[in-house]
């Protein structure tokens, strides 16, 4: 779905909707030995990493080609894998010129060598192909654990792109949008949600991908020994308990089958689909605090009936790509700080909801309910 507004259309950016403004959403998939139909397991290794796959697809297809018009093509990027991030870039390096996000236009546009794509994220770039010669566009290899077998381990082709003769009509343009500035946080209500994983979920999930991968899908734990490992903070010190959020360790040291379904947690609570975990003033600004402290996982978080503003991204300023209207945070082993204003009424029976877009993850667990009112 994609929504227009005044302020777009009189803009001339590339509209020739399939021709200069081409939508690309890309999903790795994991077909059966007799490549029929896709292989979806959901077991303790996929429940703690994210479910991937060997095959990468475009617009359902494996490597397309496109011919477009000479000129500046826009691409609609949409990461639509379960739990892959993504880095795209050019494959000949030429800049992707960023002019939207989640939520809408930048004030201007934001010119990049590669773009970090968080599973569930989507950014609007601009390329120009007035040189007439074919490139790729590729996704760069990432660190995420899981995500680091071949064929990502290298540079991927995703699409071709084929400059026909015939000239393009869009523009770049060097002003977009009027953006708001970001509102002062202080005295605003404060929300914190902690992110957490079960440690036997943490733990068995990433050595059973040790054990059927090797030490090469670790990514950025690479070296680490899984059966002894327990995840500290940057003071050395496990994570904060945060008050009522927490840890269960029950199932520690037992020989039981553990049952990892409802393993992924926020604020020590899996998602109960009846009931929400608080209320929310309409039309009041809050700052939400999500924390990854606690587990080395990739946790792309998204809000439902909102477009924020990032405060910090994993203790960061957000790049200023992702300063504009986001309902994507990335939230990676630190804690991210978004303001959220909710402008429309929500009862219990139709509660917005806030989650990790790592697929697995919200569906064993980290997933909330809340009410607007």
């Given at each position: 779905m994609l929504l227009e507004d005044e302020a777009s259309g009189k803009l001339r950016l590339p509209m020739q909707w399939g021709e200069d403004d081409v939508p690309l959403i890309f999903q790795d998939k994991q077909l059966n030995k007799a490549g029929s139909r896709i292989d979806y397991q959901l077991d303790i290794m996929r429940a703690a990493v994210g479910w991937f796959g060997d095959l990468m697809l475009t617009n359902g297809v494996a490597y397309?080609?496109?011919?477009?018009?000479?000129?500046?093509?826009?691409?609609?990027?949409?990461?639509?894998?379960?739990?892959?991030?993504?880095?795209?870039?050019?494959?000949?390096?030429?800049?992707?010129?960023?002019?939207?996000?989640?939520?809408?236009?930048?004030?201007?546009?934001?010119?990049?060598?590669?773009?970090?794509?968080?599973?569930?994220?989507?950014?609007?770039?601009?390329?120009?192909?007035?040189?007439?010669k074919p490139f790729d566009i590729v996704t760069l290899p990432v660190t995420q654990m899981g995500m680091t077998l071949a064929p990502f381990d290298q540079p991927l082709p995703l699409v071709q792109?084929?400059?026909?003769?015939?000239?393009?009509?869009?523009?770049?343009?060097?002003?977009?949008?009027?953006?708001?500035?970001?509102?002062?946080?202080?005295g605003l209500q404060n929300r914190w949600l902690q992110l957490m994983m079960d440690p036997q979920l943490d733990q068995q999930g990433m050595q059973a991908l040790k054990d059927r991968y090797g030490d090469k899908a670790m990514g950025n734990m690479q070296g680490h020994d899984m059966k002894g490992h327990d995840?500290?903070?940057?003071?050395?010190?496990?994570?904060?308990?945060?008050?009522?959020?927490?840890?269960?360790?029950?199932?520690?040291?037992?020989?039981?089958?553990?049952?990892?379904?409802?393993?992924?947690?926020?604020?020590?609570?899996?998602?109960?689909?009846?009931?929400?975990?608080?209320?929310?003033?309409?039309?009041?600004?809050?700052?939400?605090?999500?924390?990854?402290?606690?587990?080395?996982?990739?946790?792309?978080?998204?809000?439902?009936?909102?477009?924020?503003?990032?405060?910090?991204?994993?203790?960061?300023?957000?790049?200023?790509?992702?300063?504009?209207?986001?309902?994507?945070?990335?939230?990676d082993g630190w804690r991210s700080e978004v303001l959220v204003r909710f402008n429309y009424v929500a009862n219990a029976d139709n509660a917005y909801m806030a989650h990790c877009h790592l697929l697995e993850h919200e569906d064993t667990g980290m997933m909330l309910g809340f009410t607007v009112s």
């Amino acid at each position: 779905m994609l929504l227009e507004d005044e302020a777009s259309g009189k803009l001339r950016l590339p509209m020739q909707w399939g021709e200069d403004d081409v939508p690309l959403i890309f999903q790795d998939k994991q077909l059966n030995k007799a490549g029929s139909r896709i292989d979806y397991q959901l077991d303790i290794m996929r429940a703690a990493v994210g479910w991937f796959g060997d095959l990468m697809l475009t617009n359902g297809v494996a490597y397309p080609q496109h011919a477009v018009p000479r000129g500046w093509l826009r691409l609609r990027l949409l990461n639509g894998c379960n739990a892959r991030s993504l880095h795209i870039a050019a494959s000949d390096r030429r800049p992707l010129y960023v002019v939207g996000s989640d939520g809408g236009l930048l004030a201007e546009p934001i010119s990049v060598e590669s773009l970090p794509l968080l599973p569930g994220e989507r950014f609007e770039v601009l390329v120009d192909t007035s040189d007439g010669k074919p490139f790729d566009i590729v996704t760069l290899p990432v660190t995420q654990m899981g995500m680091t077998l071949a064929p990502f381990d290298q540079p991927l082709p995703l699409v071709q792109i084929l400059p026909l003769r015939v000239m393009a009509s869009g523009t770049l343009p060097d002003k977009l949008v009027d953006l708001p500035p970001v509102p002062s946080a202080e005295g605003l209500q404060n929300r914190w949600l902690q992110l957490m994983m079960d440690p036997q979920l943490d733990q068995q999930g990433m050595q059973a991908l040790k054990d059927r991968y090797g030490d090469k899908a670790m990514g950025n734990m690479q070296g680490h020994d899984m059966k002894g490992h327990d995840m500290k903070d940057e003071h050395g010190s496990m994570a904060m308990d945060h008050g009522s959020m927490p840890m269960d360790h029950s199932q520690h040291g037992k020989t039981a089958a553990y049952d990892f379904h409802n393993g992924n947690k926020i604020n020590g609570q899996a998602f109960n689909m009846t009931k929400p975990m608080f209320d929310v003033p309409l039309g009041k600004l809050e700052k939400w605090t999500i924390s990854g402290e606690g587990d080395a996982m990739l946790h792309p978080f998204h809000i439902h009936g909102t477009q924020f503003r990032i405060l910090s991204e994993n203790g960061k300023p957000p790049a200023p790509h992702r300063a504009g209207w986001k309902d994507m945070v990335s939230v990676d082993g630190w804690r991210s700080e978004v303001l959220v204003r909710f402008n429309y009424v929500a009862n219990a029976d139709n509660a917005y909801m806030a989650h990790c877009h790592l697929l697995e993850h919200e569906d064993t667990g980290m997933m909330l309910g809340f009410t607007v009112s």
